[in-house]
């Protein structure tokens, strides 16, 4: 079983420029997460999908960053225009739909997108 | 704000040593969760225990809550080179949204 995947997993772009990042969780799983860890610090919540619904977007910065997941199945996440302090990886991670059987709690995370913001 | 501050930042021990790594937190929970992060790589989750359990053991890790003090301790024993990563605790509220700390950098010397 395919596990999360992330692309691209590093992009480098100029400060103004738009970058956009993709998800696609593990098959089957409704809740999707977007985190962030800049500089060795805590990984930041962004946000939480139960399928296609922004069920949680407390954590997003502020209106430059943009998620989505139509139909349900992946996620993008565009940063448009990038800041400098938007740098940092960006970790996309599912699990099954909370109250079922397989849902154990563990989040399963992809390897990240490293963005470098110049 | 950070909802979970593990502790130390950075622990280096020689291999066969045990490593523990401290969790403090902040709000009410559902249950606690321990993840590992090897460099470059995605988070994979070691071991989970809720809020009305005291101690669980998985293999070398054992981890212990203490929701009257908002703590939690992961013992990693017999520890080996290839336990060296980045732990992170992650707390689970009632809403589902896992929260993370900054984590603990492990360094086991072969």
């Known amino acids: 079983e395919a596990g999360v995947t992330q692309f691209p997993s590093h992009s480098v772009i100029e400060k103004g420029q738009t970058v956009t990042l993709r998800c696609d969780p593990i098959s089957g799983h409704d809740n999707l997460y977007w985190y962030r860890r800049v500089m060795g610090k805590e990984i930041k919540f962004l946000l939480h999908f139960v399928k296609e619904s922004k069920q949680d977007e407390s954590g997003m910065p502020n209106n430059r960053f943009l998620a989505e997941r139509t139909g349900g199945t992946y996620s993008t996440l565009k940063v448009q225009p990038a800041e400098l302090e938007d740098s940092g990886v960006y970790f996309c991670?599912?699990?099954?739909?909370?109250?079922?059987?397989?849902?154990?709690?563990?989040?399963?995370f992809g390897e990240g997108s490293r963005l470098t913001v110049l | 704000s950070q909802q979970g501050e593990e502790d130390p930042q950075a622990l280096s021990i020689q291999e066969g040593e045990n490593a523990t790594m401290n969790c403090s937190y902040k709000t009410s929970i559902n249950n606690l969760q321990w993840y590992r992060q090897n460099s470059g790589r995605g988070l994979v989750h070691l071991i989970l225990?809720?809020?009305?359990?005291r101690e669980k053991h998985s293999g070398r890790l054992r981890v212990t809550l203490d929701t009257s003090k908002k703590s939690s301790s992961l013992l990693i024993t017999a520890s080996r080179a290839a336990d060296t990563a980045s732990y992170f605790c992650a707390t689970v509220t009632g809403g589902f949204k896992t929260i993370f700390g900054a984590g603990t950098r492990l360094f086991v010397k072969a």
């Open positions: 991670a599912s699990s099954p739909y909370a109250g079922t059987a397989q849902n154990t709690g563990e989040l399963f």
């Open positions: 225990i809720r809020s009305n359990e």
